[in-house]
């Protein structure tokens, strides 16, 4: 009885990849240092060249709670897994101290019993045992009385490299050889229980020694320091664009062609005036900016804050804005003509994973192409903006009401929703300023004559989509301008009779709101608060300091601050923003918000509760008063628990002890905090409900209360249908036959090879493929054994054609070789997708068109295992990988009639497979001697899409060149030309074909 089987390919099903991100360290407030209830004892030990700090020993008992080796891979108790969903890490942490007294041994703490610093020092170590938090923290976050360096340790996880990022705490900057000297020390005291090598040992400075780290690298590198982040643990590429936000077209616009332009986040504004950067560009930043530019992509080399600002931007902008896990392709292009293209991408963990496409466009693309299809991604005009008569120029937010949006602005009419909605959860006190103001100031003259609203019609009615570099230039006189503008002494006393509730010593924050700010183009993420004291402009001198914010030695009055959010409506961005939808800038409106700002020393904590339609709230929180839109930050990222459970923290914030939450009360805040917002949101949906809302908050500490501050909206793009696809223009590409087919391994056999192509761009539309758009063809094959190359200019091949077919409406490119009986016509063929949905990518590569090699022969031919007769051959091609992501080895034995086959192939573990090398095949019982196959034309392969656990093979021995002449005779005596298997893990058989084509048992 026949048996067969495979091991392997049960494993490669449902594998899958590891990461996450971790989480940082204490942040720990200032505080007086107390005395010490421990007595100090002179060491016996030196401290190391450059250690500042006086070597005092400190006797510390021994406990179980804490250790000084670290044990790797996992630690126990002492290593803490951090399986989170997190973006770039899935890894271990754990906390260690270092006496500055003695700065040869480390703490490791017990995480489970201890899971802040304070906790186990306090209990542990001397000379913290008894002290108050306010005394430890000044013992270990400042140089001066430093008592104890504290850090934590991450561990990276499978499939990342064995490596240890060590970062430290503290505000001062630690000098190069503090750093090494620990670094050095947890090398020294590394334990390995797996017998694999060491890691190697990385400094992650966090986030008070970053900019320090970064200034001082060449210091560091020369101390021996390798600095680096968690960024090197990044598991493939990352996309950033409101991830919180279920899928729309907002969000679906992942793709882009212009010029690859590589700068810091600095020299953005200084490489637009030059016009080294313009809006057609694709940029590629080391590190994000505080602001993403109007560019056609950005691609950052360093990841940041999923939930950032720049990641906002780029989801209200429907550009694809990623970080590149692999810099090296994209830093090779830089100043070439490219397209991005985005793709989804699935890996545990892993929060906007997808994968980044680079293609080289360099001198491959037609000008006239390359500006078609800038227009696509073009987002609706918006023309003329609703614009009404400003009869008052003041009131209160609560009185506002959606109709008033053409008179006071998006800002102030959302505030008043709020405000409506929740009057006991949100900050009463402020005022409304309609466009009033705005006109009243556009109306005053200005030193070179006329008004200021001629002034700046003069400078930027000349500008049209793309601008020029000038624009820039032109920008920053036009906000210098009404900087420099004064309201008339009749505006003046107005404003100040509007604002008279708010004249107090507390100051005030102003924020833009205009008409031109919600939906798609959320404009409203460029306008910041601008702090001003109503008091300043009530005395009758100009002297400072200011009264409400003595901090300033000027004066900071309310005209000034009304000015300048004036002016942000004219921030590069925000114009442009305006300019690209084809706005009408006699129409703008700006108003601004004032409300009491809030003091940093009230608000514990602070954030943006995301809420997309139908989805769950994600909480984005800070300490403090941080701004948890910043790039740079690492806020804490929580879902609530409902019922008042515990939340699902996936990110704990930078700016707080790791495993502490950042709202400082119960886990009942955090379900408080998304019932307020939830509760907005419902609210808001009545009137718009395909609306996705971000509500500000912030934990005010005196009145132990959650305030809701603010909230945005993005609405779903206005879109057209469908959109046009092109084609990219590539050179030659390897294109294999695939896998999985539903026909028999027997067509795999005999259509096998390899064709190489290459293409122009084309509209894939009936006036495109009118021309051919194949500029070389080369089509590796077997002819009677022998193997055969036809390459050349498509057009010239033999019997060459390029058809739609009437039935399908493939575009059919067809070619013959041979005579006679020996005469095969080849056809290859794609589906044709002339439109595609803006959500989907418009940027078509050839193997996104489902293409397929027929072969059709002159004579019949037999598939096994059935032995059914065909004149054609359908086969599926695919891109040739000479590097797969992933393979997994699949060994087949099958035996029958004392005939036994062992082989063995390497696979990629998806559908469609795709075969990456073979390993041994290996057939005996046939011959005298086994037959071992090494030629890649004598085995084939195929994995059935129906029953992906079912292997089959044909060999061929007589195709390969390494069977001796003797076995092969022994072959052909016997009748054998092919040996078949079929194979799943129950079972299989093992079949003889000989030249006649019939199939027979062993």
């Known amino acids: 009885m026949a048996r067969a089987g495979h091991r392997g390919l049960l494993a490669a099903i449902g594998v899958v990849g590891l990461l996450g991100a971790c989480e940082e360290v204490d942040d720990l407030s200032s505080g007086a240092l107390e005395g010490d209830t421990a007595p100090d004892v002179v060491a016996d030990v030196a401290a190391p060249a450059g250690w500042p700090w006086p070597a005092v020993h400190y006797d510390v008992p021994e406990s179980t709670h804490w250790t000084d080796t670290l044990e790797v891979p996992r630690g126990s108790r002492f290593f803490t897994v951090a399986d989170r969903r997190l973006g770039t890490f899935l890894g271990s942490f754990a906390k260690l101290t270092v006496l500055t007294g003695d700065p040869t041994r480390l703490y490791l703490q017990d995480i489970e019993a201890y899971p802040l610093h304070y906790d186990f020092a306090v209990t542990h170590l001397r000379p913290f045992v008894g002290m108050s938090r306010?005394?430890?923290?000044?013992?270990?976050?400042?140089?001066?009385?430093?008592?104890?360096?504290?850090?934590?340790?991450?561990?990276?996880?499978?499939?990342?490299?064995?490596?240890?990022?060590?970062?430290?705490?503290?505000?001062?900057?630690?000098?190069?050889?503090?750093?090494?000297?620990?670094?050095?020390?947890?090398?020294e005291r590394l334990v390995v229980t797996d017998g694999g090598p060491p890691p190697t040992v990385y400094y992650f400075p966090s986030v008070e020694q970053r900019d320090w780290a970064r200034a001082h690298r060449d210091d560091f590198e020369a101390a021996g320091v390798r600095v680096s982040g968690l960024g090197r643990w990044t598991d493939g590429d990352l996309c950033y664009g409101a991830p919180w936000l279920a899928r729309t077209e907002a969000s679906g616009h992942r793709w882009a062609v212009g010029r690859l332009v590589h700068l810091a986040a600095a020299e953005v504004a200084a490489a637009w005036e030059r016009g080294d950067l313009g809006p057609t560009d694709v940029l590629l930043f080391d590190e994000a900016p505080d602001s993403l530019p109007r560019v056609a992509g950005a691609l950052v080399l360093a990841p940041t804050n999923p939930h950032g600002r720049p990641a906002l931007q780029a989801g209200a902008y429907a550009i694809p804005f990623a970080h590149l896990a692999d810099p090296e392709a994209a830093l090779a292009l830089v100043g070439h003509v490219v397209a991005v293209r985005v793709h989804d991408a699935v890996r545990r963990y892993t929060v906007g994973a997808c994968e980044v496409e680079l293609l080289d466009l360099e001198k491959r693309i037609a000008p006239a192409d390359l500006a078609a299809l800038a227009t696509l991604a073009a987002p609706p005009a918006l023309g003329r903006a609703p614009r009404g008569t400003a009869e008052r120029l003041a009131a209160s937010p609560s009185t506002l009401t959606p109709s008033d949006v053409d008179r006071f602005g998006g800002e102030a009419v959302r505030f008043g929703?709020?405000?409506?909605?929740?009057?006991?959860?949100?900050?009463?006190?402020?005022?409304?300023?309609?466009f009033g103001a705005w006109d009243a100031l556009l109306d005053r003259p200005v030193a070179r004559g006329g008004t200021l609203r001629d002034a700046i019609q003069a400078r930027l009615g000349r500008h049209a989509w793309p601008p020029g570099p000038e624009l820039a230039g032109d920008l920053a006189e036009v906000r210098a301008l009404i900087r420099a503008t004064a309201f008339s002494n009749e505006t003046r006393h107005a404003l100040l009779d509007a604002l008279a509730s708010l004249a107090t010593s507390h100051p005030v924050a102003l924020r833009a709101s205009t008409n031109a700010e919600d939906g798609a183009s959320l404009d409203a993420a460029l306008y910041s608060p601008v702090e001003a004291c109503v008091l300043d402009d009530q005395d009758v001198e100009d002297l400072g300091p200011s009264r409400c914010l003595p901090a300033h030695a000027e004066e900071r009055g309310v005209f000034a601050a009304l000015r300048e959010v004036f002016a942000q409506a004219y921030q590069l961005d925000a114009y442009l923003g305006r300019l690209r939808r084809g706005f009408d800038e006699a129409t703008l409106g700006v108003g601004a918000l004032v409300r009491a700002a809030p003091i940093a020393a009230d608000v514990s904590a602070s954030g943006l509760v995301t809420l997309a339609s139908g989805g769950v709230p994600l909480l984005v929180t800070q300490r403090g008063t941080g701004d948890v839109l910043d790039p740079a930050a690492r806020p804490e990222i929580a879902s609530p628990g409902w019922e008042y459970g515990p939340p699902l923290v996936t990110q704990w914030a930078a700016l707080g002890p790791l495993g502490a939450p950042a709202l400082d009360w119960t886990h009942r805040d955090y379900a408080a905090v998304a019932i307020l917002a939830s509760a907005l949101g419902a609210a808001w949906a009545i009137a718009h409900p395909d609306d996705h809302l971000m509500v500000g908050y912030e934990q005010v500490v005196a009145d132990e209360v959650i305030r809701v501050t603010r909230f945005e909206t993005l609405a779903p793009r206005e879109v057209a249908a469908t959109v046009p696809t092109y084609l990219l223009p590539e050179p030659a590409r390897d294109l294999c036959v695939g896998l999985t087919e539903v026909v028999s391994v027997s067509a795999l056999h005999r259509a096998k090879g390899r064709l190489t192509v290459s293409n122009a761009g084309a509209w894939l539309d009936a006036k495109g493929l009118a021309t051919p758009y194949l500029r070389a063809l080369a089509h590796t094959f077997l002819d009677d054994g022998a193997e055969v190359t036809v390459a050349g200019r498509p057009t010239g091949l033999p019997e060459w054609e390029q058809t739609i077919a009437p039935t399908t409406g493939a575009l059919v490119m067809r070619w013959a070789h041979g005579v006679g009986l020996s005469r095969r016509v080849f056809a290859l063929s794609h589906r044709i997708v002339s439109r595609v949905t803006p959500s989907d990518l418009p940027l078509l590569r050839l193997e996104d068109l489902d293409l397929a090699l027929t072969v059709t022969y002159a004579t019949p031919r037999r598939n096994m295992p059935f032995g059914e007769e065909t004149l054609e051959d359908v086969v599926h091609l695919i891109p040739c990988s000479a590097e797969p992501a992933s393979e997994v080895a699949v060994e087949t034995v099958a035996e029958g009639g004392g005939v036994t086959v062992e082989a063995e192939v390497w696979l990629e573990p998806v559908i469609p497979s795709r075969l990456t090398r073979w390993g041994r095949t290996t057939i005996t019982g046939l011959t005298a001697a086994p037959i071992t196959l090494e030629d890649a034309w004598a085995r084939t392969v195929g994995v059935h899409s129906y029953n992906p656990l079912r292997l089959e093979f044909v060999f061929e021995p007589a195709l390969d060149p390494s069977v001796p002449a003797e076995t092969r005779a022994e072959l052909a005596a016997a009748g054998v030309v092919q040996v078949v298997v079929a194979a799943t893990p129950l079972g299989g058989s093992v079949l003889l074909v000989g030249p006649d084509g019939v199939a027979r048992t062993p």
């Open 134 to 187: 306010a005394a430890f923290d000044a013992a270990t976050q400042y140089d001066a009385g430093k008592k104890a360096i504290l850090g934590v340790l991450y561990l990276s996880f499978e499939p990342n490299p064995r490596e240890i990022g060590v970062e430290l705490v503290g505000r001062d900057p630690y000098p190069p050889a503090v750093v090494a000297t620990v670094l050095d020390l947890v090398t």
């Open 417 to 434: 929703f709020l405000r409506a909605t929740l009057p006991e959860q949100s900050p009463g006190g402020a005022v409304a300023l309609s």
